[in-house]
């Protein structure tokens, strides 16, 4: 059973910075790619980034596309998300997922079997 548990949330003032992580157990995860994803109260979820594990590439969504990086640590078996340039609109419930098949539809939910339970970042203007 693959669990996915989220912290480093919190509250930061506009211009600030976090860093989020996953930590991954109950499978190997070589095969896998991870993402981000996040929901504002009121909306879709959303994708953020996502990562392949095994080579490291990585995705962003348009709308954090060089503010936020996504990188792994293949000895912890945690997944990060560091978030830069905070903005107001960044406030949401983020997600750490895990799709075990690796596909290249990283940015659709459905792909993704196994979700953390969210960590709540709020940026104050």
């Known amino acids: 059973q693959v669990e996915l548990v989220e912290s480093g949330g919190g509250l930061v003032q506009a211009g600030g910075s976090l860093r989020l992580s996953c930590a991954a157990s109950?499978?190997?995860?070589?095969?896998?790619?991870m993402g981000w994803f996040r929901q504002a109260p009121g909306k879709e979820r959303e994708f953020v980034a996502a990562i392949r594990w095994s080579a490291g590439n990585t995705y962003y969504a348009d709308s954090v596309k060089g503010r936020f990086t996504i990188s792994r640590d293949n000895t912890k078996n945690t997944v990060y998300l560091k978030m830069n340039s905070l903005k107001p609109e960044d406030t949401a419930l983020y997600y750490c997922?895990?799709?075990?098949?690796?596909?290249?539809?990283?940015?659709?939910?459905?792909?993704?079997?196994?979700w953390g339970q969210g960590t709540q970042v709020t940026v104050s203007s």
């Open positions: 997922a895990a799709d075990p098949d690796g596909t290249y539809s990283y940015t659709i939910r459905n792909r993704y079997d196994y």
């Open positions: 109950g499978r190997t995860f070589s095969r896998y790619v």
